[in-house]
Nanobody, 125 residues
Framework: VQLQASGGGLVQAGDSLRLSCAAS????????IGWFRQAPGKEREFVSI????????FYADSVKGRFTISRDNAKNTVYLRMNSLKPEDTAVYYC???????????????????WGQGTLVTVSS
């Protein structure tokens, strides 16, 4: 299984970005994919997850209403649209495949099996 996250960059507060996570080597449409982030000096934290068919989506409270997760199973890609970015959103963003049901323990990074390399998002004030 390989995951490739991309789309990060340097933006100003209030701007938007769309991250992509391209996957290969798995039954993509049956795989729940999550996004985590790790800010400098902090632990990695859950951001969002989407089920294989896209019917279930969960978000961290800190991004709810600003971030939108989606997927295109024809392209084996999951997206994270990030609007109204804040300096506190600055982090390396990772995508990962989840084991088990989407709704079970999705906020715990131990529930995820394969991880991409991460893409850096920097939001300046």
């Amino acid at each position: 299984v390989q995951l490739q996250a991309s789309g990060g960059g340097l933006v100003q507060a209030g701007d938007s970005l769309r991250l992509s996570c391209a996957a290969s080597g798995l039954d993509f449409s049956d795989s729940a994919i999550g996004w985590f982030r790790q800010a400098p000096g902090k632990e990695r934290e859950f951001v969002s997850i989407i089920s294989g068919r896209g019917t279930l989506k969960f978000y961290a409270d800190s991004v709810k209403g600003r971030f939108t997760i989606s997927r295109d199973n024809a392209k084996n890609t999951v997206y994270l649209r990030m609007n109204s970015l804040k300096p506190e959103d600055t982090a390396v963003y990772y995508c990962a495949t989840k084991r088990g049901p989407t709704y079970s323990d999705y906020y715990n990074e131990g529930s995820y099996v394969s991880w991409g390399q991460g893409t850096l998002v920097t939001v300046s004030s």
